[in-house]
């Protein structure tokens, strides 16, 4: 069946202009997640979302990202007023609900931020 | 929070030897660990895992070994070859009742031919 899928694959933006990064997770598996790995660096947690719940948001970095998911499926993560630093590889995975279990991850935006 | 360190951050060896990565954790609640490896240029997948109620799960040349009394879990991939270079993560269950981990910080794996 269909993995995730990430659009766009790359995205090159001038330095404060605003950015809108899509994930659509395999159909069926309510646990979504976003991931930052920069250049030959670990994966940094960014947002979590369970079904209905509240989303976990712990690992944003900072109040120019957000990231919302509608109708429990497609989930868009904007970054506003991009920096130098927001340069990286933005990574979506989903699992399935229940006891944790693997997550599948997406082939990753790459973003350019000039 | 959960916390993983994981050691070390590159390794080379040669083609057919044995390779091993090392994770410690913080948070005693957790009990699931997955590894994950990442080709270069390509997304993460689970290779492996393993939950608390076992000490050793193994699957052909790979195999992982569990204590949850010293918070440390490896990865022992044996008769390495080329098309084991990677990097691999090892993760932990994060607390806080989420289905959310923790990623190590990655080991970069070079198999010489």
């Not at chain 1, 997640?33 to 369970?50: A, D, K, M, V």
């Not at chain 1, 997550?103 to 790459?110: D, E, H, I, L, S």
């Not at chain 2, 609640?29 to 994950?36: E, G, L, M, V």
């Not at chain 2, 699957?59 to 490896?74: C, E, G």
Request: with cysteine; charged share 20%.
């Amino acid at each position: 069946g269909a993995g995730v899928s990430q659009s766009p694959s790359n995205k090159v933006t001038e330095k404060g202009k605003d950015v809108e990064l899509r994930c659509d997770p395999i159909s069926g598996h309510t646990a979504l997640y976003w991931y930052r790995q920069s250049l030959g660096q670990g994966l940094e947690f960014l947002i979590y979302f369970q079904g209905n719940s509240a989303p976990d948001k712990s690992g944003l970095p900072s109040d120019r990202f957000s990231a919302e998911r509608t109708g429990g499926s497609v989930s868009t993560l904007t970054i506003q007023r991009t920096q130098q630093e927001d340069s990286a590889v933005y990574l979506c995975a989903s699992s399935r609900a229940g006891t944790i279990y693997e997550q599948y991850f997406g082939p990753g935006t790459r973003l350019t931020v000039t | 929070g959960e916390n993983v360190e994981q050691h070390p951050s590159t390794l080379s060896v040669q083609e057919g030897d044995s390779a091993v990565i090392k994770c410690t954790y913080s948070d005693s609640a957790s009990n699931y660990f997955p590894w994950y490896k990442q080709e270069l240029g390509k997304r993460p997948q689970l290779i492996i895992d393993i939950r608390s109620n076992v000490g050793e799960k193994k699957d052909q040349r790979i195999a992982v070994t569990l204590n949850k009394t010293a918070k440390h879990f490896s990865l022992h991939i044996t008769e390495t070859q080329p098309e084991d270079s990677a990097v691999y993560f090892c993760a932990a269950e994060s607390s806080g009742g989420y289905q959310k981990v923790t990623f190590g910080t990655g080991t970069k794996l070079q198999v010489i031919p």
